[in-house]
């Protein structure tokens, strides 16, 4: 990989980095999700808050001090290494990024692999990944956007029988990541499939006026996007 496109690439994703991890409100209830520990102060963090950030990625090196294998825990400080990547970019030090960024993707990567099976892991790097994507060059997006789709796709599965339970907001950015992931990876099939599903399950949205913008161009404008925002419906 070579630095100056990852520099790039990092930079690019952390504007909207927030947004697409919100769908991690698509995780079932818990009495005790950890990403209900560590969420707010990760949200801060990517906005510009050092210290809030600091404190997450210091209660989920807690939490994986005693519990090696929590992997909520891991997913979420391996998205924080990610984040820490473009803040070394931005800042020249390109070592240090590129350090970052590996370790971030290796820790995300483990995480999927200890608990395959959990929204609350799939949604984190689903989001970093497939948000980091589009701003990679080619060579560089296809992958990431393979495993991104992948997380969401297991989400999806894992969750069809309720996710008209799940509120419009984690409902779409869900749908809509699948459907915009697919159609980047030139699948047209599969992007229709869940751009269908967005006009079923949430007309009047702005998810479906985004999928009628699909259906009719198989493109959107980069401005649609992004996360359409937790205020437009819950």
């Known amino acids: 990989m070579k630095r100056k496109k990852l520099k790039f690439a990092i930079a690019g994703a952390i504007a909207f980095l927030m947004g697409f991890l919100s769908a991690i409100r698509s995780a079932p209830a818990q009495d005790a999700r950890f990403d209900l520990k560590v969420r707010n102060d990760f949200f801060a963090g990517f906005a510009g ?28 400080h391996g998205a924080g290494l990610y984040f820490g990547a ?37 949604i984190p790097r689903g989001a970093v990944l497939l948000t980091g994507s589009r701003f990679a060059p080619p060579d560089m997006a296809k992958p990431l956007i393979e ?49 269908d599903l967005i006009l079923k399950d949430l007309p009047g949205t702005a998810y479906a006026k985004r999928a009628n913008t699909w259906m009719e161009t198989k493109s ?3 401005e649609q996007t992004r996360c359409v925002g937790c205020h437009v419906g819950k």
Do not use: I
């Not at 803040?87 to 200890?114: H, I, P």
């Not at 047209?188 to 869940?194: D, F, G, L, N, Q």
């Open 49 to 76: 808050n050092q210290e809030a950030l600091d404190r997450g990625m210091q209660a989920c090196e807690a939490t994986l001090a005693a519990d090696p294998k929590n992997a909520e825990a891991l997913v979420w």
């Open 86 to 122: 473009g803040q070394a970019f931005r800042a020249g030090d390109q070592q240090k990024g590129m350090d970052l960024w590996t370790r971030g993707l290796k820790e995300m990567k483990t995480a999927v692999e200890l608990a395959p099976d959990s929204v609350g892991v799939r």
């Open 147 to 195: 495993q991104g789709v992948s997380d969401y796709q297991r989400a999806f599965d894992l969750q069809k029988d309720h996710l008209n339970t799940l509120g419009s907001h984690p409902h779409g950015e869900l749908l809509f990541g699948l459907a915009e992931g697919y159609g980047r990876l030139g699948d047209e099939a599969k992007a229709r499939e869940y751009f």
């Open 220 to 222: 959107l404008p980069a």
